[in-house]
């Protein structure tokens, strides 16, 4: 696709460039990597890899930028598969896991914003409606920070049994999970291997795949996994509607007749017991609650929902994306600095609009 200036554009002589080509690179990273360093592309945000990154930074044409998004990574439990629909369980891993660590691995020398707490909020949502770190304890949210112990007390009181260093479930199996990431997308499947990985080490056997798209999606959309990566958040500005596209989304979706439901994904609930409400169906509270304009009310609510996320724990959340964003002065100069934070942050959620911005603020120029 291609987009020409407009003569006509009411301030038209502050745009240098004649067009802007767009390549739809699809659902796999590799095309734009292989375009980037062909220099056919000038600004891309494919995930690289680390080694990847450092060739790019090698030249120094070549430049990259880290920008917050609106989208929080996480791996969602399954609540139809045993044991995983055990909360102690679900809170066992989470007590299992280094998430500082998953969250790294995807990204090389470049951690993104660590979820310190999950709260199903991305991490500019959180701290908007829920405060800080400390007036979260306070409010008796769990960080669940990386505690073998605590874990293994967990999961014992859930009945399972460690011997010769493997986990067995109250059934007298192997503890075993399956661990799935879409492929293509190199930083999500070193998510899912590095948490493979942990909890291999900690006795639970733990295998990562990744399934091509479209297919992974609709294995998520099914509910046709053990644990499967996945966004929350979704670049939503309303924490509650946030909450909705994870929890309604990725979840049970209601369906034409009341109590029906199309898909099950997560299958967590849809009936659930929320802090400082009571028993509610998820999809229809949040359906509801997201529609308000008290601004007291939808914090309150925020509140209590993501207290209803720190507890069951229906997703493993760690960080919040951080979007790596390339450009090249190979071809055009005079990108605008990186503390123009009024253009670049748009980047993280919206590239494309991003560089129409740029130019039509003036700056991107041939050489």
Do not use: C
Request: glycine content about 8%; aromatic content about 12%.
């Amino acid at each position: 696709m291609s987009l020409v200036k407009n003569p006509d554009f009411y301030d038209a002589g502050k745009i240098h460039v004649r067009d802007i080509t767009m390549w739809n690179a699809g659902t796999s990273s590799t095309l734009g990597t292989t375009e980037l360093f062909a220099g056919n592309l000038d600004f891309s945000w494919p995930t690289l890899t680390l080694g990847t990154i450092k060739r790019w930074k090698s030249n120094p044409a070549h430049h990259i930028a880290y920008i917050p998004t609106g989208l929080g990574e996480t791996f969602l439990f399954n609540d139809h598969v045993y044991p995983l629909n055990n909360v102690k369980v679900r809170q066992a891993i989470y007590y299992v896991v280094n998430r500082a660590d998953v969250s790294i691995s995807g990204e090389g020398f470049h951690a993104n914003t660590f979820s310190e707490f999950p709260t199903g909020l991305y991490a500019g949502l959180r701290h908007l409606w829920l405060g800080s770190n400390a007036e979260m304890l306070k409010e008796g949210f769990q960080p669940y920070n990386h505690n073998p112990a605590k874990a293994r007390q967990l999961l014992k009181s859930a009945g399972f049994t460690n011997r010769k260093g493997t986990w067995y479930t109250s059934k007298g199996k192997p503890f075993t999970i399956a661990i799935t990431s879409p492929a293509g997308w190199a930083s999500t499947n070193l998510n899912a291997s590095n948490l493979a990985s942990q909890l291999t080490a900690f006795g639970i056997k733990a295998t990562a795949t990744s399934v091509e798209q479209p297919g992974y999606w609709t294995n998520v959309t099914d509910g046709n996994f053990d644990m499967a990566w996945n966004w929350d958040g979704f670049a939503s500005i309303n924490p509650l509607g946030a909450l909705g596209a994870l929890l309604i989304g990725n979840n049970y979706v209601p369906g034409a007749k009341p109590g029906t439901y199309t898909t099950r994904g997560m299958g967590f609930g849809p009936n659930v017991t929320v802090p400082g409400v009571g028993k509610v169906n998820l999809a229809k509270a949040l359906t509801t609650d997201e529609a308000l304009a008290n601004k007291t009310k939808i914090r309150q609510l925020t509140l209590d929902f993501a207290k209803m996320v720190n507890q069951d724990v229906p997703i493993l959340q760690f960080d919040t994306k951080d979007s790596q964003t390339y450009w090249s002065t190979q071809y055009y100069v005079d990108w605008p600095s990186l503390s123009n934070k009024t253009l670049w942050d748009t980047a993280g959620d919206t590239p494309q609009e991003t560089v129409v911005l740029m130019m039509e603020a003036g700056f991107i120029r041939p050489r």
